[in-house]
């Protein structure tokens, strides 16, 4: 779930610009902002890095790291326990961080 940017539609956007209502990628940032000096002047804000930790769906607070794909939401382990318990605990679940697979201590089908 990435942005695209609205200029190329090709490549991930990494910043928004509030004055043109556009995200960009790099290379068209470069394009559009650094040709004209009243464009280089646009505040522009970062946008999440692509592939960045998603946030959890439930508590909107904690990195995400599963994806339940029964319910479509992404939880964090705190939800996860609480969510998936009883008859939800067969809902298949897809590990979203790989590099904390160690801190999944439970098996989870
Ligand atoms: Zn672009
Ligand atoms: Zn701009
Ligand atoms: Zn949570
Ligand atoms: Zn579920």
Redesign the pocket.
């Known amino acids: 779930m990435r942005t695209l940017?609205d200029?190329?539609e090709?490549?991930a956007a990494i910043l928004f610009c509030a004055a043109d209502e556009a995200a960009?990628?790099r290379?068209?940032d470069d394009k559009v902002h650094l040709c004209n000096k009243l464009a280089s002047r646009h505040v522009r804000v970062g946008l999440a890095v692509p592939n960045a930790v998603p946030r959890c769906d439930i508590c909107e607070n904690e990195p995400a790291f599963f994806y339940c794909e029964v319910d479509g939401t992404s939880l964090c382990l705190q939800c996860d326990m609480s969510v998936h318990v009883g008859g939800k605990r067969t809902h298949g679940r897809y590990l979203l961080l790989r590099q904390r697979v160690e801190v999944c201590v439970s098996p989870l089908y």
């Open positions: 940017c200029v190329c090709n490549a960009l990628c290379a068209c």
